[in-house]
């Protein structure tokens, strides 16, 4: 309207318009195997299935950059190109640090009409909590300790080696309070590696977090404050999601609101969260996303050890 007007438009989006309109993060679904001989596993393959984000956004990136007179068939044509290679959709299932015979990820994308959106730690955030639940699922069924089974599948001489010790001994692993259990996952994104350690307890039909021990090696640190601040709002913005957050969509209408029926961690539900940061000469790498990704997990298999339910997908609901 600016631009045929020629005058300046100010637009007021009411939080019914947001939360309606929105970009929103892409469903996403993951098939896990693994070949299990004795007591070890000797490969692990996975399947992803999710749409494109980049396969929307790129053609609202060349329609800014590329010659107006190019027909819009060519834009739309480059983002269907690109979607079924989308790195977003596997990252954190190519790279891991378990040291597996055999691993395999395949990728499959799902042709959705909803707009889709970059969510904080992108990829990683659903492909973290795959891949580290079915690594204490793959635990469990080897009869190990969840930190013993990461812990020997991985180099010693590794940073997630490391960062997954500290954690644990910090959370004093395997010995929670009374009435505590405890859950913990470990995924490297955005350059940095965290490790999260989650203290639950369950009354009933509800979930409570008493306390999340992070450990993050994100190489130089200039601004230790920004760090643990930056792990802090991470974490309480993966709990907001692994306990509430949902977008259900009916007759192509989304029909959550306002924070009324999306809801958002209030203050009192909030843990104590104690960060660590690990000493280290890398360069520095992200801190704004990656304390999101392992605490989904890792409250899930809290959850685990608390109730015996194994909760596969998000938001996590006792049955």
Same mark, same amino acid.
């Given at each position: 309207?600016?631009?045929?007007?020629?005058?300046?438009?100010?637009?007021?989006?009411?939080?019914?318009?947001?939360?309606?309109?929105?970009?929103?993060?892409?469903?996403?679904?993951?098939?896990?195997?693994?070949?299990?001989?004795?007591? &070890?596993?000797? !490969? @692990?393959?996975?399947?992803? %299935?999710?749409? +494109?984000?980049? #396969?929307?956004?790129?053609? /609202?990136?060349?329609?800014?950059?590329?010659?107006?007179?190019?027909?819009?068939?060519?834009?739309?044509?480059?983002?269907?190109?690109?979607?079924?290679?989308?790195?977003?959709?596997?990252?954190?299932?190519?790279?891991?640090?378990?040291?597996?015979?055999?691993?395999?990820?395949?990728?499959?994308?799902?042709?959705?009409?909803?707009?889709?959106?970059?969510?904080?730690?992108?990829?990683?955030?659903?492909?973290?909590?795959?891949?580290?639940?079915?690594?204490?699922?793959?635990?469990?069924?080897?009869?190990?300790?969840?930190?013993?089974?990461?812990?020997?599948?991985?180099?010693?001489?590794?940073?997630?080696?490391?960062?997954?010790?500290?954690?644990?001994?910090?959370?004093?692993?395997?010995?929670?309070?009374?009435?505590?259990?405890?859950?913990?996952?470990?995924?490297? &994104?955005?350059? !940095? @590696?965290?490790?999260?350690? %989650?203290?639950? +307890?369950?009354? #009933?039909?509800?979930?409570? /977090?008493?306390?999340?021990?992070?450990?993050?090696?994100?190489?130089?640190?200039?601004?230790?404050?920004?760090?643990?601040?930056?792990?802090?709002?991470?974490?309480?913005?993966?709990?907001?999601?692994?306990?509430?957050?949902?977008?259900?969509?009916?007759?192509?209408?989304?029909?959550?609101?306002?924070?009324?029926?999306?809801?958002?961690?209030?203050?009192?539900?909030?843990?104590?969260?104690?960060?660590?940061?690990?000493?280290?000469?890398?360069?520095?790498?992200?801190?704004?996303?990656?304390?999101?990704?392992?605490?989904?997990?890792?409250?899930?298999?809290?959850?685990?050890?608390?109730?015996?339910?194994?909760?596969?997908?998000?938001?996590?609901?006792?049955?």
């Amino acid at each position: 309207i600016a631009q045929l007007s020629g005058k300046p438009v100010r637009l007021v989006w009411s939080r019914e318009d947001d939360t309606r309109h929105d970009f929103y993060r892409p469903n996403s679904t993951a098939l896990m195997a693994a070949t299990i001989d004795g007591d &070890s596993v000797s !490969s @692990v393959q996975i399947k992803a %299935v999710a749409p +494109s984000i980049f #396969g929307q956004f790129l053609p /609202v990136m060349t329609r800014s950059l590329l010659p107006s007179w190019l027909p819009s068939g060519v834009h739309d044509g480059i983002g269907s190109m690109a979607a079924g290679s989308d790195p977003a959709a596997t990252e954190g299932l190519i790279h891991t640090p378990y040291n597996f015979a055999y691993k395999r990820s395949n990728y499959v994308m799902q042709d959705v009409s909803a707009p889709l959106g970059y969510w904080r730690s992108v990829g990683h955030s659903q492909n973290a909590f795959f891949m580290e639940g079915f690594i204490d699922e793959l635990a469990h069924q080897t009869n190990k300790n969840p930190l013993d089974f990461r812990l020997a599948n991985m180099d010693p001489e590794s940073r997630h080696f490391a960062v997954l010790s500290k954690a644990a001994e910090l959370a004093d692993w395997g010995n929670p309070p009374a009435g505590q259990y405890q859950g913990l996952a470990v995924h490297e &994104s955005f350059g !940095s @590696v965290v490790a999260e350690v %989650v203290n639950v +307890s369950a009354d #009933g039909g509800r979930i409570r /977090v008493h306390k999340v021990t992070c450990v993050v090696d994100c190489g130089q640190v200039i601004n230790p404050d920004i760090v643990v601040g930056q792990m802090q709002s991470g974490i309480n913005f993966g709990l907001t999601a692994a306990l509430k957050g949902e977008i259900t969509l009916e007759d192509g209408a989304v029909q959550q609101s306002n924070f009324h029926d999306y809801q958002l961690l209030r203050i009192n539900e909030s843990p104590e969260i104690d960060v660590h940061i690990l000493p280290s000469t890398n360069p520095p790498s992200g801190v704004g996303e990656p304390g999101t990704p392992p605490v989904a997990p890792a409250l899930a298999n809290a959850i685990f050890a608390a109730t015996g339910q194994r909760l596969r997908e998000l938001p996590l609901r006792l049955s």
